[in-house]
């Protein structure tokens, strides 16, 4: 399986988005039920730690795992996917230690530098521009100040869809839906689907690094001419 080149594309996009929101805001804020999507999510203010689910408009896409919002108030602000961790987009930000079964290996590392790609593609075909309901549960923000929240599209559970279908890994925190996302990854690595299922012939070495027992033995003579292994 290889994965096409036309969704690095999409990374040249959205990469330049940065990471930071604003200042966290009150972090023991009541979280919302997580387990299904709010009757009437009327949250205007994403600081108010008294709102909880907001409806407001995806304006960008970061990565497969971060998007801006634009809530009601008009504010706009980075939202970190809570429960799911897509792969970086560069080999060198590449973590197969994070990805159980895949090798830390140059190979490895090109696996999940490319579904990266394609998870970033995936959000932003789906999510770009959409009506989405934000939920916050647990910890209300993160390390760079970015809310943590499940995203609803239509009614359906966007992070669950990323990790049913192998594009993100279980972001291992306690939350409500912690279990089910547990499962919903368990599942997508017995099926083999997404960044899980990793071949290594699907990234042959560099072709500067030729394997000398591949290359053709020198002919009897031993001065290599070309036209001495020919016919």
Not at 81 to 92: I, Y
Request: aromatic letters at 6%; a negative charge; charged letters at 25%.
């Amino acid at each position: 399986m290889r994965i096409g080149l036309a969704a690095f594309a999409v990374v040249v996009l959205v990469v330049l988005a940065g990471c930071a929101g604003t200042s966290p805001a009150d972090l023991d804020s009541p979280p919302a039920d997580l387990d299904s999507l709010p009757a009437d999510p009327d949250g205007t203010d994403p600081n108010d730690p008294d709102d909880t689910a907001w409806t407001g408009t995806v304006v960008r896409v970061v990565d497969g795992d971060t998007v801006a919002v634009e809530f009601p108030n008009g504010e706009v602000e980075a939202v970190r996917l809570l429960g799911v961790d897509t792969p970086e987009t560069s080999v060198e930000s590449a973590s197969p230690g994070e990805f159980e079964g895949i090798p830390d290996t140059d190979a490895g590392r090109a696996h999940l530098q490319a579904w990266g790609a394609e998870a970033s593609a995936f959000a932003a075909s789906e999510l770009a521009g959409e009506e989405v309901t934000v939920v916050t549960g647990g910890d209300r923000r993160g390390g760079y100040g970015r809310l943590l929240a499940v995203l609803y599209v239509d009614g359906e559970d966007f992070n669950a869809r990323l990790l049913a279908a192998g594009y993100a890994r279980l972001y291992d925190t306690e939350f409500a839906k912690r279990d089910a996302y547990a499962a919903a990854e368990a599942d997508a690595r017995e099926r083999g689907v997404g960044l899980w299922d990793f071949d290594e012939s699907d990234y042959p070495p560099d072709a500067n690094e030729v394997d000398d027992a591949a290359l053709p033995s020198r002919p009897a003579d031993g001065d290599g001419a070309a036209c001495e292994l020919l016919p």
